[in-house]
């Protein structure tokens, strides 16, 4: 019996247009160790990972007439070195001509007619550093059958060798007919679903995109409590184009958790996260930023961000997750009160039950926590850009190094997929001391995005100035 996708999954499908490719990206840059690390490496431990997740070999086939919703089959004619490719930047390649690589393969969307994945190995990067660089359609990985492979290629150890036998063959292709008749039993057990897909398969995608938020239940309510106001007018949101720009940031945690102690020991009331201090850089960043647009910046201006939160386990059933939606400050000029605004909104939303557990989320995305930035991505493109101005990912990494067979991982940037009438969005991941911002941008609307970068890295020097004076 075949996998049927989700109202959510098939709506990232239906939604996307050559302005908006729903892809999550990653990019990891490794140091290298003993031995070169190159294309047949890399394909030997994709290949011996993959059976991890076999999602990895399956592709979208659509059900006749479009009755119900597409259903994953198996590749038969799956071809591994067409997913995993080899690019190289002039040596020494510099971060600036890597982000331009990253923009420009990020911007194309993934070939339906294969698994939805593509991964590329970057070699000539400075010091002898090479990167990975993954796509991964969002209809893919919902964190119940599939999570990110650059997650599953990746361990805390060097030359871990656990190779899986090669047992995998494809299972024959369903005909069209036996598709049918699937359809016909799963609508005899839920009739429902066959409005759906009809109104799916007339290319009535809003339809379904407003299904998977009924689906997405509690989590859309939260969201919608706290946005019921429209996102405020910002500059962030215009008709963008197919182009992109990507910006790679690296900071230091420890930067964070310093400004983190100093506010708690100094004040009382509300306890300050590093997740505060993210947002209170980066409600400075956007703020300085529309400073050197001559955008209007006064007191109650502020740019709204939906910001997945991963919180620490609390109960039997894992992490849990809050889907919020907070106005960040632009228009206070004190770099100290924008962080107390920050927490006292994050503390206000996290205080009124918007915490969901993560068998909660299950329905939306599907939620495991190496995906979290791919079930940010999931809950912002089911929204609309009245909602929210932009999407913050951040999500909590390994403090540990990680390796890809002996070669350190020393970095690793998330890329965010834009929504409709969104320039830009933010994900950052804290890895081994580090925080590593991925900022993607739509190429016309932001040819300043380096400048937006060094706000960012202003606002956290400020910050920690601010609070140290």
């Keep these: 019996m075949t996998d049927r996708l989700s109202a959510l999954d098939v709506s990232f499908l239906y939604l996307e247009d050559a302005s908006t490719p729903l892809h999550v990206g990653s990019v990891m840059v490794f140091k290298p160790g003993k031995d070169d690390f190159d294309l047949d490496r890399l394909l030997a431990l994709v290949t ?9 070999r399956q592709r ?44 420009r393969i990020q911007a194309r969307p993934l070939d339906r007619s294969r698994p939805l994945w593509e991964l ?35 361990d805390t150890a060097a030359d871990r060798g656990d190779p899986v036998p090669h047992t995998w063959h494809a299972q024959r292709e369903p005909s069209g007919v036996e598709l049918m008749a699937q359809a016909v039993l799963d609508v005899v057990r839920s009739p429902s679903q066959v409005v759906e897909g009809v109104k799916a398969g007339v290319g009535d995608a809003w339809h379904v995109a407003g299904r998977a938020r009924q689906v997405a239940g509690d989590v859309v309510q939260a969201v919608a409590r706290s946005a019921a106001r429209p996102a405020p007018s910002s500059p962030l949101n215009v008709e963008i184009g197919p182009h992109r ?20 020991r100094a004040r009382g009331g509300i306890e300050v996260s590093v997740h505060d201090v993210v947002l209170a850089v980066i409600a400075g960043g956007l703020r300085n930023w529309l400073l050197t647009r001559g955008e209007s910046v006064s007191g109650g201006e502020s740019v709204r961000a939906l910001v997945p939160v991963s919180t620490q386990p609390q109960e039997a059933e894992g992490e849990q997750v809050a889907a919020l939606v907070v106005d960040l400050p632009v228009g206070e000029p004190s770099p100290t009160m924008r962080l107390h605004q920050v927490a006292y909104s994050m503390h206000q939303q996290m205080e009124s039950s918007q915490a969901m557990t993560a068998a909660a989320l299950r329905e939306i995305a599907g939620f495991a926590p190496p995906t979290l930035h791919s079930l940010g991505a999931r809950v912002g493109s089911a929204m609309t850009r009245r909602i929210s101005n932009l999407v913050v990912t951040n999500v909590p990494g390994p403090q540990q190094p990680l390796y890809a067979g002996d070669a350190r991982m020393v970095a690793s940037y998330p890329v965010i997929p834009l929504g409709k009438g969104q320039a830009l969005s933010i994900g950052l991941t804290s890895y081994d001391g580090g925080v590593y911002f991925g900022l993607n941008a739509d190429r016309a609307a932001m040819p300043d995005l380096d400048v937006l970068g060094q706000c960012l890295t202003d606002a956290l020097a400020e910050l920690g100035e601010d609070e140290a004076s």
Excluded: M
């Excluded at 198996?74 to 490719?85: G, K, N, Q, T």
């Excluded at 190995?121 to 999570?147: M, N, P, S, W």
């Design 245 to 264: 720009r990507v910006l790679t940031i690296d900071t230091r945690l420890a930067d964070y958790q310093a400004v983190r102690s100093r506010v708690n």
């Design 60 to 103: 979208v086939k659509d059900v006749p007439g479009g009755l119900l919703n597409p259903v994953w089959v198996d590749d038969a004619e799956f071809d591994l070195s067409y997913h995993v490719r080899r690019s190289a930047l002039p040596r020494p390649g510099s971060t600036t001509q890597l982000e331009e690589f990253v923009a």
């Design 120 to 154: 590329y190995l970057v070699e000539g990067l400075a010091h002898g550093r090479f990167a990975i660089v993954t796509k991964t359609h969002q209809a893919l990985v919902d964190g119940i059958h599939a999570i990110d492979l650059g997650q599953v290629i990746v």
């Design 48 to 56: 011996s990972r993959i059976a991890y997740v076999p999602r990895y």
